[in-house]
């Protein structure tokens, strides 16, 4: 998966980019079933440029399959050194569902 977009967070625009034959640069999803609903989570790794340098962003998606419930979490930079934001509603996402979206994610991606 290739593509590209810009973070804007103020008045300030961030640039990123995503290409799947990129060093570093990942993509993943998975589905699970869970009480009759079908649920995705997905994950996207690239690099956008801040102000000093280049970093890793990485935009992790859960979506139900009829699209009435998504949340999508962007975490820029690293363990530590990062920043993160969440837009959506993660109510749905309990303990139980987001282990069993988790494991099932994990099956799907080995």
Do not use: C, R, W
């Not at 801040?50 to 970093?55: C, E, L, M, P, V």
Request: glycine content about 10%; charged content about 20%.
């Amino acid at each position: 998966m290739d593509g590209n977009g810009v973070l804007k967070i103020d008045n300030d625009t961030y640039p990123f980019i995503i290409e799947e034959n990129g060093e570093g640069v990942s993509s993943s999803i998975g589905q699970a079933e869970v009480n009759g609903q079908t649920y995705y989570k997905g994950i996207l790794q690239g690099h956008i440029k801040n102000k000093k340098s280049n970093d890793i962003i990485s935009i992790v998606f859960y979506f139900t399959g009829d699209m009435k419930q998504q949340v999508s979490n962007v975490i820029v930079g690293t363990m530590g050194n990062d920043v993160y934001m969440s837009f959506g509603d993660n109510s749905f996402l309990t303990k139980q569902l987001n282990e069993e979206i988790e494991k099932k994610f994990q099956e799907a991606n080995q």
